[in-house]
Every structure is written in structure tokens, then in C-alpha cells.
């Protein structure tokens, strides 16, 4: 079983249809994996059915009993957060405010503030319209610790593959370098960057490969729309031999990835020519550096 990642520098390359079609070509042989838990949109090309759903709790958020309140201030005095506001006369925890630090229930005189785990969300596991099946999540709205929702994610989705004898899993990651992608990069065994030729594409795909190199995982690239900067198409090219990345494929600029968004499917289910070839190429070699390295 081998964990291929999908990613990018920056938002907006093409990463998750080229995730969805590399999906869809595994078929039965791959599980898919949405590690873009702050903006998951898998589930709208590849059709879910949510057959399993679980809160996800990561963190804690600070609860005043209102019985127990002498409305001293002492909370609000010391929370750096300024979560603590008075609101009708009361103290209320605000939760998109509080970290959970728990500094507030410590100073509290009468105990009348507690910690509670806090639900940050929800995944799921559902049957996909490829014969196989995906582990997706959702952040909840202004919650943090997704890089704890990925690692869930991730781990499910590495039991069912190990349940089912798949030969990969397919992992969408999230955009750019932070929390969520490290979380994803976490014991992969090949990574795909997805990238644009444009000055933030070719900044952005520096600064994430960067991060790929102090995994020490080897990676391939796939140039999505180089036809519209010929130029720093070929800066790319050169970045790439210059750090031994693989130059998977280059994908033009084709108004059918709207398109194939539009209807719900992927680009090689919805184009049956020029990106349809190119992106089943894109898979086989994908395959291939994955099992050789």
C-alpha cells in the first residue's frame, strides 16, 4: 500500500480535478482521502453517500455556570484573548475567541468555570461512485486544530486500505505550507505538486517543495494551464531538473475544468480527448514513480 499526496503552493491550480481524476482512473485499487478539511470539495466530483458520520472533538473551550458566578472579573482580567466579555450583565465565554487555555477556571474563586472538549467538526466515510471508498471531513466554521482532523482522516483511510488490500491511497491536500499539509505529508511515499505558470504559482511551489524536502519524500509536478505563460512554464521546467523533481505532464488551458465542475464529474469522465489522454498518462506515471521509489 502506498500513500500518494496531491498538493499545492497556493489555491486555485487545478488541484483537487486532477486529485479526483487520478481517483477515478484508480478505481477499486485506490482509497481517496480529503485532507482539504478548511475548504473540502472532493465530495462534489466524486458523489458520496455519507454512509458513516462522527463528530470530531480536538481541543477545549471555557464554560461559566452562571449559578456559581460571583461576577468578580477575575476571568476576564486575565484572559489574553479578551474572550470574557460582559454581556447583559453576565461574564460569557465567547468560543470563537478562547483557546482553552484553562487559565480562566483557575483563577476562578467559586470553580464556576470548566473545560469542555470542544467539537471542531465532523468526518466521514462514504462509498464513492468509483467502486471504492473516501475518508472526507469538514471543519467547523472558525475552528482551528485541522491538522488534528487530517490525521484522522488520514488514519481511517489507511485502515481501510489495509482492510480492503488496496494498492494506494490518493490523498487531497490542502493549499500552501501550513498545519494541514504537514499533517498530510506525514509518512507519504510520493508527492504530486500541482502548480501554474505564474509568478505566485512558481513562488508558491518553491516555497511548498521545500517543505516536501525536509520530509524527504521524492515528488513529481504537473503544470496545469501552461500554455498561458510559456515563460515561466519554462522557469518551472528548469526548477524542476534543477531539484530532480519529476515533470509529470503539462495541461493546457481547456474551459472543460469548469465544465466538468459544473455537471459534478471528473475531467476524464467529462473529456473524452486531449485531457482525458494526458491525465491517464499523468496516473500511470504517477504509479510507476510511486512503486519505484
Same mark, same amino acid.
Given at each position: 500500500?502506498?500513500?500518494?499526496?496531491?498538493?499545492?503552493? &497556493?489555491?486555485?491550480?487545478?488541484?483537487?480535478?486532477?486529485?479526483?481524476? +487520478?481517483?477515478?482512473? =484508480?478505481?477499486?485499487?485506490?482509497?481517496?482521502? $480529503?485532507? $482539504?478539511?478548511?475548504? /473540502?470539495?472532493?465530495?462534489?466530483?466524486l458523489q458520496p453517500d455519507f454512509s458513516?458520520?462522527?463528530?470530531? @472533538?480536538? =481541543?477545549?473551550?471555557?464554560?461559566?455556570?452562571?449559578?456559581?458566578?460571583? *461576577?468578580?472579573?477575575?476571568?476576564?482580567?486575565?484572559?489574553?484573548?479578551?474572550?470574557?466579555?460582559?454581556?447583559?450583565?453576565? @461574564?460569557?465565554?465567547?468560543?470563537?475567541?478562547?483557546?482553552?487555555?484553562?487559565?480562566?477556571?483557575?483563577?476562578?474563586?467559586?470553580? /464556576?468555570?470548566?473545560?469542555?472538549?470542544?467539537?471542531v467538526g465532523q468526518w466521514y466515510i462514504?462509498?464513492?461512485?468509483?467502486?471504492?471508498?473516501?475518508?472526507?471531513?469538514?471543519?467547523? !466554521?472558525?475552528?482551528?486544530?485541522?491538522? #488534528?482532523?487530517?490525521?484522522?482522516? #488520514?488514519?481511517?483511510? *489507511?485502515?481501510?486500505?489495509?482492510?480492503?488490500?488496496? $494498492?494506494?491511497? !490518493?490523498? $487531497?491536500?490542502?493549499? =500552501?505550507?501550513?498545519?494541514?499539509?504537514?499533517?498530510?505529508?506525514?509518512?507519504?511515499?510520493?508527492?504530486?505538486?500541482?502548480?501554474?505558470?505564474?509568478?505566485?504559482?512558481?513562488?508558491?511551489?518553491?516555497?511548498?517543495?521545500?517543505?516536501?524536502?525536509?520530509?524527504?519524500?521524492?515528488?513529481?509536478?504537473?503544470?496545469? &494551464?501552461?500554455?498561458?505563460?510559456?515563460?515561466?512554464t519554462k522557469e518551472i521546467g528548469e526548477?524542476?531538473?534543477?531539484?530532480?523533481? /519529476?515533470?509529470?505532464?503539462?495541461?493546457? @488551458?481547456?474551459?472543460?475544468?469548469?465544465?466538468?465542475?459544473?455537471?459534478?464529474?471528473?475531467?476524464?469522465? +467529462?473529456? #473524452?480527448?486531449?485531457?482525458?489522454?494526458?491525465?491517464?498518462?499523468?496516473?500511470?506515471?504517477?504509479?510507476?514513480?510511486?512503486?519505484?521509489?
Amino acid at each position: 500500500m502506498k500513500e500518494i499526496v496531491v498538493i499545492s503552493g &497556493k489555491g486555485g491550480t487545478g488541484k483537487t480535478s486532477v486529485t479526483a481524476s +487520478f481517483a477515478y482512473l =484508480g478505481g477499486e485499487e485506490t482509497v481517496v482521502a $480529503d485532507c $482539504d478539511v478548511d475548504a /473540502a470539495d472532493m465530495h462534489l466530483l466524486l458523489q458520496p453517500d455519507f454512509s458513516k458520520a462522527e463528530d470530531f @472533538y480536538s =481541543g477545549e473551550v471555557a464554560i461559566i455556570n452562571q449559578d456559581e458566578c460571583i *461576577k468578580c472579573g477575575k476571568c476576564a482580567e486575565v484572559c489574553r484573548f479578551d474572550a470574557i466579555p460582559i454581556i447583559d450583565t453576565q @461574564y460569557i465565554v465567547q468560543p470563537l475567541d478562547c483557546e482553552g487555555c484553562g487559565y480562566c477556571a483557575r483563577v476562578c474563586p467559586t470553580n /464556576a468555570i470548566t473545560n469542555e472538549s470542544q467539537n471542531v467538526g465532523q468526518w466521514y466515510i462514504s462509498n464513492i461512485k468509483t467502486g471504492s471508498v473516501m475518508v472526507h471531513a469538514k471543519l467547523a !466554521i472558525g475552528a482551528d486544530n485541522s491538522g #488534528k482532523l487530517v490525521a484522522k482522516v #488520514k488514519n481511517e483511510a *489507511k485502515l481501510l486500505a489495509k482492510n480492503r488490500n488496496s $494498492d494506494f491511497i !490518493i490523498i $487531497d491536500g490542502s493549499p =500552501g505550507v501550513g498545519c494541514p499539509v504537514v499533517s498530510s505529508l506525514s509518512g507519504a511515499n510520493f508527492v504530486v505538486l500541482v502548480t501554474e505558470p505564474s509568478v505566485s504559482g512558481l513562488h508558491d511551489l518553491k516555497r511548498v517543495y521545500k517543505l516536501v524536502k525536509k520530509f524527504n519524500i521524492k515528488a513529481g509536478c504537473i503544470i496545469n &494551464k501552461f500554455d498561458i505563460n510559456e515563460n515561466v512554464t519554462k522557469e518551472i521546467g528548469e526548477f524542476l531538473k534543477k531539484e530532480n523533481i /519529476a515533470h509529470i505532464s503539462n495541461l493546457p @488551458y481547456d474551459d472543460n475544468f469548469t465544465k466538468a465542475m459544473t455537471v459534478g464529474q471528473t475531467i476524464v469522465e +467529462f473529456d #473524452k480527448g486531449q485531457l482525458q489522454t494526458i491525465l491517464t498518462e499523468s496516473w500511470s506515471k504517477v504509479k510507476q514513480l510511486t512503486i519505484n521509489n
